[in-house]
Nanobody
Framework: QVQLVESGGGLVQAGGSLRLSCIASGRMFDFRPMGWYRQAPGKQRELVAT???????KYGDFVRGRFAISRDYDKKTVSLQMNSLTPDDTAVYYC??????????WGQGTQVTVSS
């Protein structure tokens, strides 16, 4: 029974930066991926970044070196540093944890809005 709570979203101008944080509670496994997905209006939810001890890091194709994910396995937190933001990054960003037996947990999301 994992619970995820996101924070750090907001409104920024193009070229700006934001740092998202997710705090988890419950039983966690370091070797299972934890990270971020996002969903913009009219689009499907897509991978932003995930990390685990055995799979390393994985980024969505749109990131192109602009974002960096970090995970604290002891505190059960994951952060996403986002730089060089563009209006195309506007979306709700969701924290995600993939438990064994293919069970996914999701936070409620945090809104990121990037203005021109």
């Amino acid at each position: 029974q994992v619970q995820l709570v996101e924070s750090g979203g907001g409104l920024v101008q193009a070229g700006g930066s934001l740092r998202l944080s997710c705090i988890a509670s419950g039983r966690m496994f370091d070797f299972r991926p934890m990270g971020w997905y996002r969903q913009a209006p009219g689009k499907q939810r897509e991978l932003v970044a995930t990390v685990s001890t055995i799979d390393g890091t994985k980024y969505g194709d749109f990131v192109r070196g602009r974002f960096a994910i970090s995970r604290d396995y002891d505190k059960k937190t994951v952060s996403l540093q986002m730089n060089s933001l563009t209006p195309d990054d506007t979306a709700v960003y969701y924290c995600n944890y993939q438990q064994p037996v293919d069970v996914d947990y999701w936070g409620q999301g945090t809104q990121v809005t990037v203005s021109s």
